[in-house]
């Protein structure tokens, strides 16, 4: 192919935006994901009105979703300078938020997001209502609709006012907002500006105590004492310790939920070790001091850095631009105001160190159980029949890391399906000899005794943290029937239990099978439900043949390739609301065997299976 002046192109500001959609949104999902390139979009619009509240104008924001996936976001700021609304929506690098004294602290510095909301919109509208005047523009996946122009006088208050669709063309056509995961966003909003009322489809939220609300609603339980809630400014924190493993952190920069962590969150836990060991006098391990932490950190920063346009970790290293470093400055924020309130407070410290002494003794109990089970697994490294291991791993720098998956399943003859049809490179086998172990309510030492729950830790290298995770994609799969069910809640009880960052951190999925196969002699369809089976049916006419896929391993290693591929089927698996799956793992996971009983035969429904193989 020749390489000349015709092989180079210039791209206007909204084709780059579509053509290149992930630089700028993350992932193009259907919504089913929180972290989908749709609700960033949604985002980026109201992080506009809320940087209008924070510099003190306009106390709430409307958000509206109708079914067909048009959203409207209205604030009551200042409203865009008449003149400007265009260029805000359609002119690249173009914004109010290069002027720090305009908008200080505001997470959009880059005058970029509006812009991918417009270019990535089938239908995108911005009015400006400003000192009885209004003035808006409207477009079409980033291109200006004249005969749609607004202008004139108006009776509305000042503030801004967005409309936008997204485009289909560019997300999966099935893609929709799911009300949850908006919700969740809206009550964020209130939870970092206190006093802002967020209305989301006439639904109003607000937020009197921040960070001290939002770990109130977030705690799978009740907290091993009061929550402790410090502000200052520019930064609150708020943290617990509760009954978990692991360590949990809520961080935000300027507003943003920074979902990956950052500078802030890295100081925050340095410097609640710090603290600790100097009040206590005593030199305790990190990790039995932030056992079982539960903690939320909101800063505010001037010029943040972060480390992609969709603001999920922060890289700033400074606070302002005279110099301080977010670490000192967090630092010295968790000594002064923490060692204050443990003061102030004798009881809850007294609790406090308890808590560490108990993750102490826990630490230690372990630490012969954990020797032999190292071993165990050292020779499990050479001899272990359960891992089929792939050649690329999540913790390397290859290219390919994102790519590497650990299925786990149950059965030989699943197992050696999945096994003919993976791709050796990336993706891994891991076989359960049967149902594993109950772990409901059971100590962390369980983790080690039980020689397949040993294996499986060290197959995914977490024994520690997720630092060194071996695997992008944990994938549970199971039959579609009693038994493949019960597999599955048994190995999501032993994660949410013991590793619920795994979970949190969006790495544990469950493989979607093909429940049918509908064919002819010119096509084969494979559906996934029996509304696709019916679609199916009718798609191929008059008797087709139709097989019901009871177990993985009656799915030929050929036609497994299909569904383990490119067009795999997954469900992320999520810990979304802790309270309900605190609730629900005990009743069906804890020993109420009398009342899970009668549940089941007041629910109990017979279904007669509509195909005959």
Known sequence: MAYNEDSIKS?????????????????????????????????EVIDNSVDEFVMGYGKKVVVDITPDGLCEIRDFGRGIP???????????????????????????????????????????????????????????????????????????????????????????PNTQFRTEYVEKMCRYCAYMNRGMAVYFNGRRYISKNGLFDLLTEAMSEEPLYPIIHL???????????????????????????????????SAFREAIVKTLRDFYKKNYEASDIRSSLVAAISIKVQNPVFESQTKIKLGSNTISPEGETIRT????????????????????????????????????????????????????????????????????????AAETTLFITEGLSASGSITTARDAESQAVFSLRGKPLNSFGMSRKVVY??????????????????????????????????DGMH???????????????????????????P???????????????????????AKLGKNPEITRFKGLGEISPQEFKAFIGEGMRLDRVRLEDSHKIKDLLAFYMGKNTRERQEYILENLRIEQDPVND
Not at 378 to 387: E, Q, T, V
């Open 82 to 172: 008449l003149g400007k609304v265009r260029d805000c929506a359609a002119q690249i690098n173009t914004g109010a938020k290069y002027d720090s004294e305009a908008f200080q602290k505001s997470g959009g510095l880059n005058g970029v997001g509006i812009k991918a909301v417009n270019a990535l919109s089938d239908f995108f509208e911005i009015q400006s209502y400003r000192a009885g005047e209004t003035r808006g523009h409207q477009f079409s996946q980033g291109i200006e609709t004249e005969s749609k122009r607004i202008e004139g006088k108006t009776n509305e208050p000042d503030g801004t006012r967005v409309a936008f669709r997204p485009d289909l063309s560019v997300f999966p």
């Open 231 to 265: 502000t200052g400014n520019d930064i609150e924190v708020a943290f617990t310790h509760g009954g978990q493993y692991g360590e949990e952190y809520y961080a935000f920069a300027n507003g943003q939920h920074t979902t990956q962590g950052g500078t802030h969150q």
């Open 449 to 482: 005794e039980n020689e397949e729950f040993n294996f499986l830790q060290h197959a995914l290298n977490i024994e520690s943290d997720l630092e060194d995770l071996r695997y992008n994609k944990v994938v549970i799969a199971t039959d579609a029937d009693d």
């Open 329 to 400: 400055f967090v630092g010295n924020f968790i000594s002064r105001e923490l060692d204050n309130f443990l003061h102030k407070n004798p009881e809850i410290a007294k609790t406090l160190e308890a808590k560490i002494k108990d993750a102490e003794r826990e630490r230690k109990e372990l630490s012969g159980v954990q020797k032999i089970a190292r071993e165990n697994a050292r020779k499990a490294k050479i001899h272990n029949k359960n891992l089929r291991d792939c050649r690329i791993h999540y913790n390397s720098k290859n290219p390919r």
């Open 515 to 537: 429940l049918f196969r509908v064919r002819n002699k010119q096509e084969t369809i494979y559906c996934y439900s029996d509304t696709e089976r019916e679609a199916a049916i």
């Open 11 to 43: 791209l206007t500001w909204n084709e780059h935006i579509r053509q290149r959609p992930g630089m700028y949104i993350g992932k193009l999902g259907d919504g089913s994901s929180p972290d989908d390139g749709i609700y960033i979009l949604l985002k």
């Open 487 to 513: 597999i599955r809640i048994l190995l999501m009880t032993f994660f949410i239990q013991f590793f619920p960052e795994l979970i949190r951190e969006g790495h544990l999925f469950i493989l979607q099978t």
